[in-house]
């Protein structure tokens, strides 16, 4: 059955498990007739009898897209899957830089992007609210632009005083970048600014960690951990329900009422 | 009925229609014994038998926030609603304010933040995928901060070369602001830039503008519009299939494969 034929659906799964997919999402993943993704992201996809899966590798995500269009083309009901939200760091952006350098004809396909929770605000919704108040979010994956770029990022975001949210903070290629990374926001920030791990959020290995600059050990954060750097204004509150603190950055800032 | 009394959730209702709800959202609405929150917010929830309502000015985030807590520790379930992503210059700062502030019996509550899609989502997933790489999010709400900070992230945001979200571009206090922001941008970055107006997404009345920095008119930028600012990758790419072309950010930076 293919309700919508030559559609191609980027779908946002949220972050760990099912509580965070969108009616909209689930709606998507159920017409589909084929399914697109990282295999892990796949398999947290209820199979359906006569759906096609095509599972890929992490590193692949332009034959992923350019298959996903591929298919699309032929007139398939395609859902592309991504963790969190496809719109930030994720495939949407691979998908329409495949239709701009590929096929002219994917330029003419029904292309439509499905939002979802992205990794930030899953970790900020257990912390409490550290994204409040004005914030960046930066990927410190390294193969993909030049480390100078990131280290002019990493200086703007803490003149800013933005609250800073690093993805990707561990690449295997380059272990060492968590740790430059931080070690320009010290020179740069109070060590007494809150910091925050949040790893695998809503999945079963959840795993949160709240510190400060000063104290935190950048070397805990694995490619699933979400860093959070607080801006001059976040702060911890005593929480007498849970073993953490909140972590949370007020609406107004600081010397205002 | 009230399956988990003295549990305050603070809920992210998405921007625009039901479409945007986590099933996550949705089971706590359905629980929830009061629910709390801006009236044209409240309206968006489906009524239920039994349920009580408290709704409110938008001016007055702080009761708000102190109704739901209060009513949390008499052992109802609150569900305190929120547009958007609660956590995104929205509610869930404003509870833990009240908490730091407020009764000591406050910090022991049960407090749970549940996520959503942000406007700044929904409006890029309309668009393409204009958040793809890294970017900031900033409130142009003037009654919380003072100008000189305002000014100080948008040239840093420009310095860093983020793409930039604006929230709340226009203050009725203050309708000038989004020009000053739009001539310290056009100072700092290429007339060339790709700018989105994003009004009311999702809703029936929404409505999406695309135009270049150079040549946008900020003035149509109301309360219920999101302003987006491309980085200097930011591109727009021709679609066949409607009448705007896609606006993205490629994953890897200029330069750079």
Not at 51 to 69: F, G, P
Not at 116 to 144: E, K, W
Not at 210 to 229: F, K, N, Q
């Amino acid at each position: 059955m293919n309700e919508a034929p030559g559609v191609l659906s980027i779908v946002g799964l949220g972050p760990g498990g099912p509580q965070w997919l969108t009616s909209e999402a689930q709606e998507a993943l159920a017409r589909a007739s084929d399914l697109v993704g990282y295999a892990p992201y796949l398999e947290r996809v209820e199979r359906r009898e006569g759906q096609r899966r095509h599972a890929s590798d992490n590193r692949v995500e332009m034959e992923r897209a350019r298959l996903a269009l591929e298919l699309a083309a032929r007139g398939r009901a395609v859902a592309l899957v991504s963790g969190g939200d496809p719109g930030v760091f994720a495939m949407a952006a691979a998908v329409f830089e495949a239709v701009e350098r590929g096929d002219r004809a994917w330029a003419g396909l029904d292309i439509r992007v499905l939002p979802g929770v992205s990794a930030m605000q899953a970790a900020a919704a257990r912390l409490g609210a550290p994204l409040g108040h004005d914030f960046c979010a930066i990927s410190l994956s390294d193969n993909l632009k030049p480390w100078a770029i990131l280290e002019r990022r990493l200086r703007a975001a803490a003149q800013a005083d933005f609250v800073i949210a690093l993805y990707n903070p561990a690449s295997r290629a380059r272990p060492a970048q968590i740790h430059q990374a931080f070690a320009i926001l010290r020179a740069l920030k109070s060590g007494d600014t809150p910091v925050a791990f949040a790893r695998a959020v809503g999945r079963a290995d959840e795993r949160i960690l709240v510190a400060t600059l000063a104290s935190a050990d950048p070397a805990i954060a694995d490619m699933s951990t979400l860093v959070l750097i607080g801006s001059s204004q976040t702060r911890f509150a005593p929480s007498g329900a849970r073993e953490r603190p909140w972590m949370y950055t007020p609406r107004s800032h600081g010397g205002e009422k």
